[in-house]
T-cell receptor, first 113, second 114 residues
Framework: AQTVTQSQPEMSVQEAETVTLSCTYD???????LFWYKQPPSRQMILVIR??????QNATENRFSVNFQKAAKSFSLKISDSQLGDTAMYFC??????????FGKGTRLHILP | ETGVTQTPRHLVMGMTNKKSLKCEQH?????MYWYKQSAKKPLELMFV???????ENNSVPSRFSPECPNSSHLFLHLHTLQPEDSALYLC?????????????FGEGSRLTVL
């Protein structure tokens, strides 16, 4: 079965610091997509960043970047210069060949002033 | 604002009640989804509709009954629920040919079953 594991249920960092959220996944497929979604408190979940497994280059979106280690099946999210608005639940997700998106349990991130 | 609207935002119901959750999107998307979000558990995919046809039923109990009258509207009819069904129910939509894997979510309907 394909699974997504986020080992950090909750994290807190000071504003302006860099934080890394961990994610590992399990699949026998060679081509797939990985995602990080952000769910702010009482607001809609939105896509933050996406990585295609066949691309070796790590995806970057402004202050958000990923460290994709395909052999290790690891997909961590790095948030640089964290801001108060980054406080949210972050979900790692995997999309298989059937286009089914499988989510992890989430990491609740608190950015402290 | 992602363009996906869910009502009601909060719902409290007894185990013998019948209620419905509504989801609406005017983004021109062809696929709509129901997810269940419970604390400390992965987001669970419940149902998928593509062009009004149900393409996924993830072994959901029959006390949850989806309805998709058109590509813009999705309902989740609830009856004889159990307390363990209390959760945040998220609706999402997507469009073939758009960014792969990008789901547009509503804010969710917080359901409490007494």
């Amino acid at each position: 079965a394909q699974t997504v594991t986020q080992s950090q249920p909750e994290m807190s960092v000071q504003e302006a610091e860099t934080v890394t959220l961990s994610c590992t996944y399990d699949t026998s497929e060679s081509n797939y997509y990985l995602f990080w979604y952000k769910q702010p408190p009482s607001r809609q979940m939105i896509l933050v960043i996406r990585q295609e497994a066949y691309k070796q280059q790590n995806a970057t979106e402004n202050r958000f970047s990923v460290n994709f280690q395909k052999a290790a099946k690891s997909f961590s999210l790095k948030i640089s210069d964290s801001q108060l608005g980054d406080t949210a639940m972050y979900f790692c997700a995997f999309m298989n060949r059937d286009d089914k998106i499988i989510f992890g349990k989430g990491t609740r991130l608190h950015i402290l002033p | 604002e992602t363009g996906v609207t869910q009502t009601p935002r909060h719902l409290v119901m007894g185990m013998t009640n019948k209620k419905s959750l509504k989801c609406e999107q005017h983004l021109g998307h062809n696929a709509m989804y129901w997810y269940k979000q419970s604390a400390k558990k992965p987001l669970e995919l419940m149902f998928v509709y593509n062009f009004k046809e149900q393409t996924e039923n993830n072994s959901v109990p029959s006390r949850f009954s989806p309805e998709c009258p058109n590509s813009s509207h999705l309902f989740l009819h609830l009856h004889t629920l159990q307390p363990e069904d209390s959760a945040l129910y998220l609706c999402a939509s997507s469009h073939d040919g758009a960014v792969v894997g990008e789901l547009f979510f509503g804010e969710g309907s917080r359901l409490t079953v007494l």
